[in-house]
Every structure is written in structure tokens, then in C-alpha cells.
């Protein structure tokens, strides 16, 4: 039995080029006149027994298993959609069934979890064989197109079953039942089978057309409109072999869609053997999931000689596939698609693979994925897109080549179609800054009229673009629409009264350009008819200025499908508010949800309400709380009028039935009417604050209610990482050592959503996902955006380190709590751990040289985007030697630890002859920083400062390095004696350590390399770099890897320099070298 519907749906899939020739005209026109947009190459499942059905329990498999074995009842089902999908432009693909409850959230057509029909069985009225929803209809969400058989009829038979398949499979493919006792759609008790009539037929393909060539058989180029069919050796496709990011020919599979249109229908390809190639190579032809085609493979050599074949060898759709070890010497492959059937399962889709083994890198998984009929509606160009470096698959990519009216790219009519009332292409919004125009004429047909047009915008990733569309005339002006649904997938608007002839163009945008959800694939249908789409007014309201919440009530007088809108007046509001309508049903329980925001017109998937009584409550919420003005709203909806499920005759079913009128419903306050529902005119008020949100749902309601069931559905996956961030704000004074500071004159850091704090977080999954701030700062203001950026104001007067913490969510899960830190004012504090410690000095010595963006975490302490000397003297400045411990025996950072820390302070203070501090190595306290502090520190090193001292550096004499020339090759050796024996480096470890970096060439400027055996290190400079070495050495006592040539050569005596000198800079070389693994 066939639902009435107001309007039709507007999905279809089908790719087309952005111009090409027409093929012979052909009306698409439904009886009353609509031009119908929907898709009908569909996927089908049978649910398990158990799944949900409108409260019921699916029975399907339980009732016909009584009748026949479950492999001939569910063949004479999908047989029932193939004997009218062989008719017209469709196909019926069988998948899986993942138990998922009937109505479950989730897009009209291509949900992975369930086919696009699903069939199931529930208790109905005993006289009625089994209901369905027609794919001509606005119902959004995943009730399109599911049947439902009903488990009190008396089925006696495979023919019974088989004739109600047949009936309800044309209603699902939007034919109306009728008075003819030889139609299929004719209903009879006892059920009859009855084939689709000759006026059947023509009534399918007037609204989905002849069954047309696929893509690869094109118009040919004289203007005829001739196609140039691909079939035979001479004709065949030409298939281009792929590569992935590696960039080696042949690395990733070549992939086709086709179809075998007829059962004389032949398709031939050809492919050439990347390069020499020779090896292993498989052919896959695969029908199962897309569609109910026995497919035939055949493999040619260049020569035309058979190589290899397979055949279907069941009915369900199949996957066949040829697999050939080597390929000799051919350079070409041909490839034949066909069909061994002449009955109806020698027609329909297909996809077709090629695999060249041995240099391919696409896991199968991913192939099949790309090749399941999903991407159907791609050509092969955008299919070889999958296996590039992109993270993100852009389909048709304009590179900005119409982002405007005038450069607005035109469309051609889509095939089989009457000139100028179908356009379809596949596009996609690349960046922020995208948006996509088009051109298309309005038709010249006057009977009947085809004045109102509709547009739909189908996002093609789940969770991907949310779309906004602009309409302009022939002279740039807005155009006015109607929303018909927005959310869930799907924008579709529509225009009455358009004017024959005139040129069109439509705009394809992000609907928050430079926020979240403005990048992605979309498909794009504009088709004409004759009809207006009407949407009722349910209800209408104010809300906000102190009203949280408005009541309205509903009553359901039978099972309906529902679709429903939520409109909101446009309003000045100061933080991001939303409008959320909840139907709660009379226990108390909500049922469903659909939300707004102010000046938009919102939607999700059609909802299934059980006879009863309902109430509508609507709510305003803010991001931050705060009083939302007036803002007027209305509720807007249609349902499906007849009955869907229930048995009438059942008074607890039909709690509105008025036992002595039949066709009439008795609801509350002496209200009798043939209408299935009602609204109730009475509204009651809720003032104060709206009902609690917890921040997940209060930030999807805001951010991401478009996708709603994206979230709902979907919700098994991996939280965001959320990852510390570090900020630096300047000041106007100059942070002391003892964190002192003056000024007053602090300014406002301001960071963008690209610096922000989620621009270092991941999603596993790679979708989009938001900031919840869970601590605030300290020593300031903050407001911070969801999409990252924020603002901090500091306290007046503060200097030194604030934070906060936040969670990523993802509209699923929240993150662990990430810490952004922001140090304000000049400081060292390089790590942002709140000290200036050793480890900072560290981060400078690394960063020394960067220069123009370098940040605070390279080191640079005073803004100038250079880590120098200036930002050293910062870090001295604010060392805390006041800390310190004297004498400190090694510990010059007075952490209460003798560490690597510390040799950098002895290190940095080498040679300071007299007035030396503790916290610039001088260990003893002798005023100076010399050997005798490198050995205490030696001594203690891993131990507690104040550690007595046990040993004492002792170097036997070497030649000096002034008596060699600089421009000579010297080498100096010293043996292990020579060398201080510490925890840091003993013989042992030379012996271990030092072998794992022989020969190993250090970065300029010092251009030298050692090498060492067992106790003995052998140290050869290269020639001319004596002076660079010493250059380097006297001037800082230290040396970094990347800054090459920055201190004078003369600025030392070679004379005054020692042997021990030397091998402390050896011992130095080494330090430098392993710094990342002794201080962490």
C-alpha cells in the first residue's frame, strides 16, 4: 500500500561532466505533475529478526521461513525490484543489515550501517499485505524506501509473497496503485502475480527515464547525439594506470564504474602495463552491493587471446575476479564486461578493478570501500583521487575558477531528460574563501507548466560541508525560496513562478565560511515541475527577553511520518544562540529533537510519532548564558496522511478513534476531525532559565545540529587529543630577576583559530571538533572561541606565567583536559613551566640563530623574532642564583640535584677569573670558575648538592694547540686517564658510547668528526677550522650547531689556550651531542 505524500523527494545521484550533448529528450514527469529528483540505483537489506519496527519486533525471517527456505523468499523479493528496476535507470545493490532500529538517524540514501530499502516484518491490520515509503516523497532520513510485510496476513505461498513484493516494490518507486486487475498495482485478496504492465512501464520511466548508457559510452563528437558504445575491441574504454603519493606508475589500482544496460550489452576496456611490467596483476568485477547483475569477466592480451575468465555464480550480485601470475610480454589488456543471463539479472551495474600486485600500495579494505557502489556517481578521474597524498578527496575541484556571477560555470541538461528542467553535477567547497556559481535556463514546457523549481544540495561526508545556497536572476538580483528541509545531509529550497527561458544562477557556499563544516563534497540537482511543496504552519511563537520556554501540544490520531522545521526570525544577539523544539510524548519521555538559529530555517531526519498525545516544547539557549532578545519562531511540517502501521480495529492503538464515526478521530476539548493530528492553539510560558544543557550538548545544539545524526549515530569512535599550547605576550616593562615589574600598559593578546589551542590537536577520525574551557586564568580575562582563538587580558600589572585548561569534543567525546600556558612580559621562561631554570638555557642554545619567526620556545625572550645574545641576557637576568647554595658544590641551579643543568652553568661561566657566583659554576667558592669546579661537579653529579668532594681532575700534559698550525691537519689523542671519569662519562661508557658515533661528521660551523677505540679518543680538527673552533669557544665557552659564522675570528690568543682546554671542548663536543638524552 502506497503513503501519500505532498511533495516529492529531490535525491539523485548521478555524475555528469559540466558540459556535454543532450540524448533524445524524455518528460520525467510523476501523474500530478511533479519532476521528480530522487536516485533510484538503490541499496537493499533485509533486517534480522529482533530489530525494531515502530515498537514491534522485525519478524520477518520467522514468518516466511514457515513458507520456504530463506534463500527463495528473499530472492523472489529482490526479483519483485528487479523486474521494475531493469526498466528504467535503476538498480537494487544487496548489503548487509546491521540490526540498527527502522528510522534510526542517518542520511536518505548511501547509509554504510543498513541498504536504502530495508526489509522487515511487523503485526498490522490482517487485510493489508504490507506498506512501504515511496522514494517520490519529502521523507528525509533513513525511512525512505523501507517495506514493511505484515506478519497477521495469510500468506500461503512463494507467489504470495512475490505479488506483494511486486506491489510494493512500484510503490517504492513512486507508482501509485490502480484499478487495473492485470497491474501488479492492482490489489487483490487472495494476492495475484501480476508483471509490470506495458502502462506501467511508461508511467517508471516517465518518471526515472529509459534505462541510458552509463559514462563511458559518451556522445560522439559530430552533434548527432549518437553514443559511441564500448562495445567491442575497437571501441573499448581507454583505463589510465594510477599511482598514490610514491609516484610509481600502476601503484594504485585503476577503478571504473559501468553498466550492462541490456542483456546484448557488451562494455570493453583496455589498460596499458605500466612501464615494463610483466608481474602478477588481478581483475575484479563486482555487481554485489550495487546492484543485481551476474556479471561475466573476460581478460585479452594485446592480441585478443583469452587469458583468463569468471563468472557470477549466484543472484544476489556478485564479485568475480581473474587473477593472472605474469603477464608476459603483452603491453596492453583487454577487458570485457558482460552478462550469461537473458532473463532480468543480466542487466545493471557494476564496477571493475585493476591490480597491478607487485607494485600496488591500497590495502583491499580501502579498494573495496571505493568500489562498493558508493561512488557510483564519480568518473574515473575523481575515483584516482582516493589514492593521492590529499587527506581530503575534493570532487571536481574548480581551483576557484567560479566564484563569482560572472564567471559562473553553465550546465547542460542531464541525459534522458527534457531540455532545461534536470541539471545534476558533483562539486566541491575547497576553502573559505570558495563558492561555487552556476548557470541553468528555466524550461519551455506548457503542458503542464513547469514553473517552480527546486534545488537540492546533498552533502556527500557525513559530518563534512554544511551548505548555504544563493538564487540570482538574469540581472544579479536575490531571488526569494522556500526551505524545504535543511539538515541532516540535505538543503532543498524551492521557487514558484519562475519565468520560462530566463537564465538562473545558483551559488554553492559554506554556510559558516572560515568556521566549522566549510569544506567538502556536495552533490547539486536543480529540476522543474509543476506543483509548489506546501509546508504547514504548526505553531508559531516569541521567545527569549525573559521567556526561556514555549509549550505547545500535539495529538496523534495514527501512526505518521513526520517532517518537521523549526524557522527563527533573524535577531541582534551577543553570543551564539540557538532555538531546540523537543517532543516529549505523554510518559515523560522525549522523542525527538530539531533546533534552529536565528535568521535560519533548520531541519533533521523524518520522525515516526505512535498515536498519542505529545508535547512541543521550545527552548532558547546562549553560549554563555546570557538573556537572549525576542525572537519569533514558527514550526513548519508536513506527514504522510495514510495509515502506515497499527491495526485500526485496536482501541489502545487508536486512542483518538471515535467508535461511531469511522474516518474521523474524537481528541481533547470536543475537537472531531478527519485529520490525523492536531495542534493544539494553546501555548503555555516558562520564564527564567531554560532547561539545563550539559556543555556537549549545549555546544552541538549551537555548532553542529545540522549533522545531528551524524553524532547520534555514530557515536563509537576515539576522542580528540587535546595538546598543551604555549603563548607569549609582551609587556611594556621588563621582567627583573626577582619578577618585579612596574608598567601597567598591558594590551590584550588576541589569537586566531589558526594559532589557536586546537591547532596542534588531532581527532582520530579526522572530523571536525570544538574547545570547552574547564579552568579559567588566574591573572586575567579570557574568552575563549570554540573554534580555538581567544583573547587574554592580563591583570594590570602582572608578569610571569597564567593558564587554562580545556577539552577538545568532538560532538561525541571529550578529550583529556589540555593546558594552554601564556607567559607575560619578557621572560626566559623559554619551557612555560613557571621557573627559569637550566632547561631554558637549553631551549636557547637549541634555538640560537632562528631568526625571523622564531617564538618563545625557540628562545627568544624580548619579541624581536630572533633567539641572540639579547635573549641570553634575559636568561641570565633572570637565572635565580639568589637560589643557590654556597659553596654548591655542583648544584648551580640550587634545584637541591647535581645534574646536566649545571654543567651547562659551569659551562657558560668558564674562565670568569675573579667575583664569580655560584650560579655561574663556580662550585668551591672561590670567586673563580675553573677546572676545580668542573671536578666537583664531576664528583657529585647524580648526587644532593653539598656532597663532599671525593676526587680531583687530573690531566696529564699535552702539546699545546698554539704550536700547530692552523692550517695544518693535527691530530691530538688522549688516553682515558686523561679524560674525568664521572657517572656522565666513564671508560665503560666510552667504550660504549663513543664506537656508536665514530666517524660521524658534526654540523657546521665546526666541521669536525672523531672517532675512538676502546679508553682512547682520538680528536681530528679539519683543515682552516682551528680559528672557528676557538672563535666559538672563547667568546661563549659553548657553541651552537645552528649558527654558523657569527663571532670574529681574532677574538682569542692561541698562545693562552691549554691542552685541557682542549679536551674540555671535546668533553663538550660530546655534551652537546647527547643533550636531547641527559636532559630531558
Not at 357 to 376: L, V
Not at 503 to 526: C, H, M, Q, S
Not at 767 to 790: E, K, N, P
Amino acid at each position: 500500500m502506497r503513503r501519500r505524500i505532498q511533495h516529492l523527494d529531490s535525491k539523485r545521484r548521478h555524475a555528469v561532466q559540466l558540459s556535454f550533448e543532450t540524448l533524445e529528450p524524455r518528460a520525467m514527469l510523476d501523474a500530478a505533475g511533479f519532476l521528480t529528483g530522487v536516485d533510484v540505483h538503490l541499496t537493499l537489506s533485509f533486517a534480522a529478526d529482533g530489530t525494531q519496527i515502530a515498537g514491534q519486533s522485525n519478524a520477518l525471517a520467522a514468518k516466511f521461513d514457515s513458507i520456504a527456505p530463506e534463500a527463495e523468499w528473499k530472492e523472489v523479493i529482490l526479483r519483485a525490484f528487479q523486474d521494475w528496476a531493469v526498466n528504467t535507470n535503476a538498480d537494487i545493490g544487496v548489503v548487509t543489515d546491521g540490526g540498527q532500529s527502522f528510522g534510526s538517524g542517518g542520511a536518505s540514501q548511501g547509509d554504510s550501517r543498513f541498504g536504502d530499502i530495508r526489509i522487515g516484518a511487523i503485526a498490522m491490520a490482517p487485510n493489508t499485505g504490507g506498506v512501504s515509503v515511496p522514494t517520490d516523497g519529502r521523507v528525509s532520513g533513513t525511512w525512505f524506501a523501507d517495506v514493511i510485510f505484515n506478519t497477521a496476513f495469510d500468506y500461503q505461498s512463494l507467489d504470495d509473497i512475490y505479488a506483494i513484493a511486486l506491489h510494493e516494490a512500484g510503490n517504492v518507486f513512486g507508482l501509485d496503485d490502480n484499478n487495473d486487475p492485470n497491474s501488479p498495482l492492482h490489489t487483490s485478496i487472495p494476492p495475484e502475480v501480476h508483471f509490470p504492465t506495458a502502462n506501467d512501464i511508461a508511467n517508471l520511466q516517465a518518471l526515472h527515464g529509459i534505462r541510458a548508457p552509463d559514462l563511458n559510452e559518451v556522445p560522439d563528437s559530430g552533434g548527432g547525439g549518437n553514443q559511441t558504445d564500448n562495445d567491442s575491441f575497437a571501441n573499448a574504454t581507454q583505463l589510465d594506470t594510477n599511482e598514490t603519493a610514491s609516484l610509481i606508475n600502476g601503484s594504485a589500482p585503476s577503478i571504473v564504474y559501468g553498466d550492462i544496460t541490456s542483456q546484448t550489452d557488451l562494455d570493453f576496456f583496455v589498460i596499458d602495463t605500466p612501464g615494463n611490467y610483466t608481474g602478477p596483476t588481478t581483475f575484479q568485477l563486482r555487481s554485489q552491493g550495487i546492484s543485481l547483475l551476474a556479471p561475466h569477466l573476460t581478460i585479452y592480451d594485446n592480441n585478443h587471446q583469452l587469458l583468463g575468465e569468471a563468472m557470477a555464480t549466484q543472484r544476489t550480485g556478485d564479485l568475480v575476479s581473474v587473477h593472472l601470475p605474469t603477464l608476459g610480454s603483452t603491453d596492453k589488456i583487454f577487458i570485457k564486461v558482460s552478462s550469461d543471463n537473458t532473463d532480468v539479472y543480466g542487466v545493471g551495474g557494476y564496477s571493475l578493478v585493476v591490480t597491478f600486485d607487485s607494485r600496488n600500495e591500497i590495502d583491499q579494505a580501502t579498494i573495496d570501500a571505493i568500489a562498493g557502489g558508493a561512488f557510483r556517481f564519480l568518473n574515473s578521474e575523481d575515483l584516482s583521487k582516493f589514492f593521492d597524498a590529499d587527506d581530503q578527496e575534493l570532487f571536481n575541484d574548480d581551483m576557484h575558477t567560479n566564484d563569482s556571477s560572472s564567471e559562473a560555470t553553465e550546465l547542460e541538461t542531464s541525459p534522458g531528460y527534457v531540455q532545461h528542467t534536470r541539471y545534476d553535477v558533483v562539486g566541491s567547497i575547497a576553502d573559505p574563501f570558495d563558492s561555487d556559481f552556476y548557470t541553468i535556463k528555466a524550461p519551455v514546457v506548457a503542458d503542464p507548466l513547469l514553473n517552480v523549481m527546486t534545488i537540492l544540495i546533498r552533502s556527500i561526508d557525513a559530518g563534512g560541508l554544511i551548505p548555504a545556497i544563493s538564487l540570482l536572476d538574469e540581472d544579479d538580483l536575490a531571488v526569494p525560496f522556500e526551505v524545504l528541509s535543511n539538515g541532516g545531509g540535505d538543503l532543498i529550497v524551492q521557487v514558484a513562478d519562475v519565468t520560462p527561458r530566463n537564465d538562473y544562477r545558483i551559488e554553492v557556499k559554506a554556510a559558516t565560511p572560515g568556521a566549522l563544516f566549510d569544506k567538502g563534497n556536495y552533490e547539486l540537482t536543480v529540476f522543474f515541475g509543476s506543483q509548489t511543496t506546501v509546508l504547514n504552519t504548526l505553531a508559531s511563537a516569541a521567545i527569549g527577553n525573559g521567556v526561556a520556554q514555549r509549550t505547545h501540544t500535539l495529538y496523534v490520531g495514527k501512526p505518521q511520518l513526520f517532517h518537521f522545521l523549526l524557522q527563527a526570525d533573524l535577531a541582534a544577539t551577543t553570543s551564539p544562540t540557538a532555538l531546540l523544539a523537543t517532543i516529549v510524548d505523554d510518559q515523560g519521555t522525549p522523542v525527538y529533537q530539531f533546533a534552529t538559529r536565528p535568521g535560519e530555517t533548520h531541519s533533521r531526519e523524518a520522525v515516526l510519532l505512535e498515536p498519542g498525545s505529545y508535547t512541543v516544547a521550545v527552548s532558547v539557549y546562549t553560549l554563555d548564558g546570557s538573556t537572549p532578545p525576542e525572537i519569533n519562531y514558527k514550526v513548519k511540517g508536513l506527514a504522510i496522511s495514510d495509515p502506515f502501521v497499527g491495526d485500526p480495529n485496536d482501541p489502545t492503538a487508536n486512542p483518538f478513534a471515535c467508535p461511531e464515526m469511522p474516518g474521523f478521530f474524537c481528541y481533547p476539548g470536543d475537537v472531531i476531525s478527519p485529520d490525523p493530528f492536531l495542534w493544539d492553539d494553546f501555548i503555555s510560558t516558562l520564564s527564567g532559565d531554560p532547561p539545563p544543557l550539559g556543555s556537549g550538548p549545549l555546544t552541538t545544539l549551537l555548532f553542529g545540529d545540522w549533522w545531528t545524526w551524524v553524532w547520534n549515530e555514530f557515536g563509537s569512535n576515539g576522542p580528540a587529543f587535546a595538546q598543551d599550547d604555549t603563548y607569549h605576550t609582551p609587556t611594556e616593562g621588563t621582567l627583573s630577576a626577582s619578577g618585579t615589574f612596574q608598567s601597567n600598559q598591558l594590551s590584550a593578546l588576541t589569537v586566531g583559530s589558526v594559532q589557536g589551542i586546537l591547532g596542534n590537536d588531532i581527532d582520530p577520525e579526522g572530523g571536525q571538533f570544538i574547545a570547552l574551557l574547564v579552568s579559567d586564568v588566574s591573572h586575567g580575562t579570557l574568552q575563549l572561541d570554540v573554534d580555538g582563538g581567544f583573547t587574554y587580558t592580563p591583570n594590570p600589572g602582572y608578569v610571569g606565567m597564567d593558564t587554562f585548561t580545556y577539552k577538545t569534543f568532538d560532538f561525541i567525546d571529550e578529550s583529556a583536559p589540555g593546558t594552554a600556558r601564556i607567559v607575560v612580559g619578557i621572560s626566559a621562561d623559554f619551557d612555560a613551566d613557571g621557573a627559569v631554570s637550566g632547561r631554558d638555557f637549553l631551549t636557547w642554545q637549541r634555538g640560537f640563530g632562528k631568526a625571523p619567526d622564531a617564538q618563545l620556545t625557540d628562545g627568544d625572550a624580548d619579541f624581536d623574532g630572533g633567539v641572540g645574545f639579547s635573549d641570553l641576557a634575559v636568561w641570565k637576568a633572570q637565572y635565580p642564583d639568589s637560589l643557590t647554595p654556597t659553596p654548591s658544590n655542583g648544584d648551580a641551579d640550587g634545584d637541591g640535584d647535581v645534574d646536566g643543568r649545571d654543567f651547562l652553568a659551569w659551562q657558560r661561566g668558564y674562565g670568569i677569573a675573579n667575583g664569580a657566583q655560584a650560579a655561574d659554576g663556580d662550585s668551591n667558592a672561590d670567586g673563580t670558575v675553573d677546572a676545580e669546579d668542573l671536578s666537583l661537579w664531576q664528583t657529585n653529579y647524580g648526587g644532593t648538592s653539598g656532597a663532599e668532594l671525593s676526587s680531583a681532575l687530573t690531566v696529564e700534559n699535552t702539546p699545546s694547540v698554539a704550536l700547530v698550525s692552523k692550517n695544518q691537519l693535527a691530530t691530538l689523542t688522549v688516553q682515558s686517564g686523561q679524560i674525568p671519569v664521572t657517572p656522565l662519562l666513564s671508560t665503560d661508557q666510552l667504550q660504549t658510547l663513543f664506537p656508536l658515533r665514530s666517524a660521524k661528521t658534526l654540523q657546521k660551523p665546526l666541521e669536525q668528526w672523531h672517532t675512538s677505540q676502546p679508553a682512547l679518543l682520538t680528536y681530528i680538527p679539519h683543515p682552516n677550522s682551528l680559528d672557528r673552533i676557538f672563535s666559538e669557544y672563547a667568546s661563549q665557552r659553548n657553541f651552537s650547531t645552528r649558527s654558523p659564522g657569527k663571532h670574529a675570528h681574532n677574538s682569542y690568543n692561541m698562545a693562552e689556550v691549554s691542552s685541557l682546554d682542549l679536551v674540555d671542548h671535546v668533553f663538550s663536543l660530546w655534551m652537546q651531542d647527547q643533550r636531547k638524552e641527559l636532559f630531558p
